[in-house]
């Protein structure tokens, strides 16, 4: 590049005279515009913030954020449903599990054997759609950690197992026809409803009506709809809803034996049912019409619970069998419900006509005519706390174990409780009883029973450790002294205490 | 009431223009062919309470308290009269239960003749010169709240030409 200074005679160039230079202020244009308007010609561009912006008469002053903008995950939402049947799902099987060789079956036999106390029994495979069917599993027991389900035999298993043998008549026969009435109790974890399932499970075994009531709860949330029914004193309510899911479940578990038995009494309100029909015919009756199924329902109990045909209907009579009734959540039937009455007035558990049949089964003398197992269990976790419950349950207690009423030591409801009345009266025991309410208490498992269910989850290859007696002792006494619950915890947390135990 | 200004097809209820313009914008009355919104699919079954199409799956509770003059109590009480469960879905009423439910609210007062009656009284406070007849036309909080901040629905709300 040539340097502005002459080497020669090393003076400066003049300057390029000023003229000669386009004018600074206007750009130089090389190309075609595209603009056929001269840039100055614009409008000035606007000033950007809010200086010009008038601020209107007493507008707030404070600081205005613009809202976010929530993010479009993508995708639809999930369908109507969808998220409650992925929350209700049961998983009965667990392939990757190992499989136990050599592993019982629940059996009449095996169900009574004091020998097999401690081992896990598998529920037998035709059977677990009739479970299925009455809602004995619930979704967070962990059954999908396991190859098949299975229950453990433990002693109150058995005594349970010994019962269906007695009320339904092998070997003492002065038992038969026995109607056996519990409130089932124990603490969190304490296995309440297991108890229930095995109790399903042995009554399924051994041809019983099965009919149960998954969560009591259900019925005095107020999600189903319910109906005054007229005439009565004091106002029952009726739930249609829930009688025809009863029916459905109660059909769909005892299908074989309500379709062998016929209908045998009378019953002018349902004028479809024809004499010949079966048990099963009748159920049906109230599935897909809710308005009919209390009464429905109501017939199909008295079918259950006769003991001789009506006239004119001898030809098919066959004896009823025994009846299972599960109840679980017992607790909340103990409280006023969700529900209203007309009046705005808040309607007692008591008084819904479902709830009632129920809880009137405990208080009558021979409620099931045919012998029968009632087993109405509590729930710990899920427990609205009724007032009053608990006392009248420790009264239970306190008169099984030989106190009576007029002792000091019989508990009473402290001063100025409100224990609920109708609580109190109903767990009342009636004098000289024909069958008393029994109260039974589940504690944890023994040791050795212990033992049984943690090598269980060895041999399904979940517990990576050497079961000894050092090591069950110990596990034993960290779940409080054998609730299973707590053993179950134990057994599948394979990482930490493999590596603590070492 | 988003939805409802949307769907709404009912009757208005004799509403002169320059008392409530606004209401009457929304809620022209159209003739009874044009009640069905085509925007809809088909398959969405509507219920028809008090004049206003509620879709089937829609809760009753939430779907009574669209209605300006029904909140959660009145709601609840409503549905107890008629022995309708807390979380019973429009579509789960009988046919009887819809009847009822749309008689009892046709006597309530509630939507315009609710509004027309708090903007009258407010109207007369204004008129006979109380200090909540001028809290409200200044656009100050009515009942003794401060005023040196927090008065954003004052300022939105209390207008001379109230509107509600």
């Not at chain 1, 297991?194 to 109790?199: E, S, T």
């Not at chain 1, 099963?280 to 809710?290: R, S, T």
């Not at chain 1, 000091?408 to 402290?414: F, T």
């Not at chain 1, 069958?435 to 040791?447: A, F, I, K, N, V």
Request: glycine share 8%; charged share 25%.
């Amino acid at each position: 590049m040539a340097s502005s200074w002459c080497w020669n005679c090393l003076s400066r160039l003049r300057p390029t005279p000023r003229a000669l230079l386009p004018p600074s202020a206007t750009p130089r244009i090389s190309s075609a515009p595209f603009h056929s308007t001269a840039v100055h010609y614009a409008q000035p561009a606007k000033k950007k913030g809010n200086s010009l912006t008038v601020v209107k008469h007493r507008q707030s002053t404070s600081l205005r954020r613009k809202k976010k903008k929530v993010a479009d995950r993508g995708g639809r939402p999930p369908a109507v449903g969808e998220r409650k049947a992925l929350r209700k799902r049961i998983v009965l099987s667990n392939p990757n599990a190992l499989e136990i060789e050599g592993m019982l079956e629940l059996s009449p036999a095996t169900m009574v054997d004091s020998r097999l106390r401690g081992t896990v029994l598998g529920l037998p495979v035709p059977m677990i759609d009739q479970l299925r069917a009455v809602q004995a599993f619930k979704p967070k027991q962990g059954w999908s950690i396991f190859r098949r389900p299975g229950t453990v035999l433990r002693r109150d298993t058995i005594e349970m197992g010994r019962l269906f043998e007695q009320i339904s008549g092998e070997g003492d026969d002065a038992q038969k026809g026995k109607v056996v009435k519990k409130i089932i109790t124990g603490m969190k974890g304490s296995g309440k409803t297991v108890h229930l399932l095995q109790a399903m499970a042995m009554g399924f075994l051994k041809k019983w009506a099965v009919i149960t009531v998954p969560d009591a709860r259900e019925l005095v949330s107020g999600d189903t709809a319910y109906a005054a029914i007229e005439g009565s004193n004091p106002l029952q309510y009726v739930q249609p809803s829930a009688t025809s899911a009863l029916l459905t479940r109660t059909v769909d578990a005892n299908r074989e034996l309500l379709a062998s038995l016929k209908v045998s009494q009378k019953h002018p309100t349902l004028k479809m049912l024809k004499p010949s029909s079966t048990l099963e015919d009748l159920a049906k009756l109230g599935f897909n019409d809710p308005a009919v199924s209390w009464p429905v329902f109501q017939a199909l109990w008295t079918e259950l619970t006769a003991t001789a045909p009506a006239a004119g209907l001898e030809k098919d009579f066959k004896p009823r069998p025994p009846v299972l009734v599960a109840v679980d959540g017992l607790a909340h039937w103990m409280t006023e419900s969700a529900y209203r009455s007309a009046e705005f007035k808040p309607i007692h558990a008591h008084d819904l006509a479902f709830v009632h049949h129920f809880l009137s089964l405990l208080k009558e003398g021979d409620s099931l005519k045919n012998g029968g197992l009632l087993l109405y269990a509590t729930s710990a976790s899920n427990n609205p706390n009724p007032k009053g419950l608990s006392i009248a349950l420790d009264r239970l207690a306190a008169r099984q174990a030989g106190i009576s009423a007029s002792s000091p030591e019989y508990p009473q409801p402290p001063a100025y409780s409100d224990a609920d009345p109708r609580v109190l009266d109903l767990l009342q025991p009636a004098e000289k009883a024909v069958s008393p309410l029994e109260l039974q208490t589940l504690g944890g498992l023994t040791r050795d029973e212990a033992r049984g269910f943690m090598e269980y989850f060895a041999r399904s290859g979940l517990l990576r450790e050497i079961i000894n007696e050092q090591w069950v002792s110990e596990k034993w006494s960290l779940s409080g002294g054998g609730i299973i619950g707590e053993l179950e915890k134990l057994g599948r947390r394979v990482g930490p205490t493999a590596s603590l135990s070492k | 009431m988003k939805f409802r200004h949307q769907t709404t097809c009912g009757k208005t209820f004799g509403l002169t223009e320059d008392f409530l313009p606004e209401f009457n914008e929304k809620q022209q009355v159209t003739a009874p062919n044009d009640c069905q919104d085509t925007s809809q699919p088909t398959h969405f079954k509507m219920v028809f309470i008090l004049g206003v199409n509620f879709p089937e799956r829609n809760l009753l509770k939430k779907s009574l308290q669209t209605f300006f003059g029904i909140g959660g109590n009145s709601s609840a009480r409503l549905m107890s009269r008629f022995n309708i469960h807390p979380t019973c879905r429009v579509g789960e009423l009988a046919n009887k239960q819809v009847l009822d439910l749309t008689a009892v609210l046709s006597e309530m007062k509630i939507e315009n003749d609710l509004r027309r009656e708090v903007l009258n009284d407010i109207k007369r406070m204004k008129e006979t010169g109380t200090y909540r007849g001028r809290r409200h036309a200044l656009g100050l909080p009515v009942r003794g709240q401060r005023t040196r901040t927090q008065i954003k629905t004052p300022v939105k709300l209390n207008r001379m030409e109230r509107r509600l």
